[in-house]
């Protein structure tokens, strides 16, 4: 009797090199269900596997989609994973408008030029804003407000819309889009990993809204299990429970400075405009308000269940990165 093998995939992977990429690339490179690995990213690899061919590509070239479909084409690629997004905000916000809009939408043209009909992306439960109305959680179905004048925030928002208004026009086109809350861990690097690693915190005065995590190790595994079992749809991925700001301060030993709205707002824009800080005043609304998202679709239609709830997450993050301060982990 005949035994019918099901094909192997050929992915290609934007931003390869990055936090989830370069720890997702050596699972994907071990599992023979996939048979290559295109790595598009302006970073050089940071190491070689059987499977993986890299590309120097900027999705911020004027020339990208031209240079993306002739790659996907001559690779025969049949999913792409969209990771080129930033993990903290910059001051060069055009470039990134650039990368993460921009490049979101030539990509998918290029898709579109190939015949790609499987595409993940990669984004944050920021999208859906931070405000003092909205629920206790918000699930995939919630307006996505952003922040407008965060253009960390919009830019991801946008890239969205690309990709919902794409799949839209091309009804066999497969999509995901995985939104990540705050991710912690022994190696995650973002906004609020670096406010969580200070002495000393300012906070706003009179707010102290409740937070969720998500841990690094249940990030790389979410995305996994969404390639292996062709998801589809949006999801939401945070960890189980809740914890107020205050907590988390005192899990730390970080002493909190409570600050009137008003000033710190500008007290933050005079630093961020110089430079000197890594996020600019429209960030405070999401250490004064609650945005938490719910996680009901991610555990049962995914059928993901994260290892680490949000307390277990925030304790392994900052007491491994203690430990890592006095010189006892590596």
């Not at 792409?80 to 939408?105: K, Q, R």
């Not at 998918?108 to 990669?122: D, P, Q, T, Y």
């Not at 026009?169 to 497969?174: A, I, M, T």
């Not at 405070?284 to 555990?299: A, G, H």
Request: glycine share 6%; net charge positive; hydrophobic share 40%.
């Amino acid at each position: 009797m005949r035994v019918l093998r099901k094909k192997k995939r050929k992915i290609a992977i934007t931003g390869a090199f990055g936090f989830i990429g370069s720890r997702l690339i050596p699972l994907l490179d071990s599992d023979d269900r996939y048979s290559k690995i295109v790595g598009i990213d302006i970073k050089s690899p940071p190491f070689t596997t059987k499977k993986l061919t890299y590309y120097n590509i900027d999705l911020t070239s004027p020339s990208v989609e031209g240079e993306l479909s002739k790659i996907l084409s001559k690779e025969k690629v049949d999913t792409v994973l969209h990771l080129a997004f930033l993990s903290n905000p910059i001051s060069n916000i055009e470039w990134v408008h650039e990368l993460e809009s921009v490049g979101t939408y030539k990509l998918l043209n290029a898709c579109s030029i190939v015949g790609i009909k499987r595409f993940l992306m990669w984004s944050t439960t920021m999208v859906y804003g931070a405000y003092p109305n909205n629920p206790n959680y918000l699930t995939e179905q919630h307006k996505k407000r952003g922040c407008p004048g965060f253009a960390f925030v919009q830019d991801k928002l946008e890239a969205e819309k690309s990709l919902l208004e794409f799949a839209a026009r091309n009804p066999d086109f497969k999509y995901t889009i995985l939104r990540t809350s705050t991710i912690v861990g022994p190696t995650a690097d973002n906004i609020f990993t670096s406010i969580f690693l200070r002495g000393y915190v300012p906070v706003v005065m009179g707010y102290d809204p409740l937070m969720q995590f998500i841990h690094e190790v249940d990030v790389i595994d979410v995305f996994k299990l969404a390639l292996d079992k062709d998801i589809e749809g949006e999801y939401n991925i945070a960890a189980d429970g809740v914890l107020p700001i205050s907590e988390i301060m005192r899990i730390g030993n970080i002493v909190p400075i409570p600050i009137p709205y008003f000033i710190l707002k500008n007290t933050v824009s005079f630093l961020w405009n110089g430079q000197l800080i890594r996020f600019p005043s429209d960030f405070l609304n999401y250490i004064r308000y609650v945005w938490n998202v719910d996680n009901e679709k991610l555990r049962n239609q995914m059928g993901f269940i994260p290892k680490y709830d949000s307390l277990e997450a925030i304790k392994n993050f900052l007491g491994t990165r203690r430990l890592r301060k006095i010189g006892f982990a590596n």
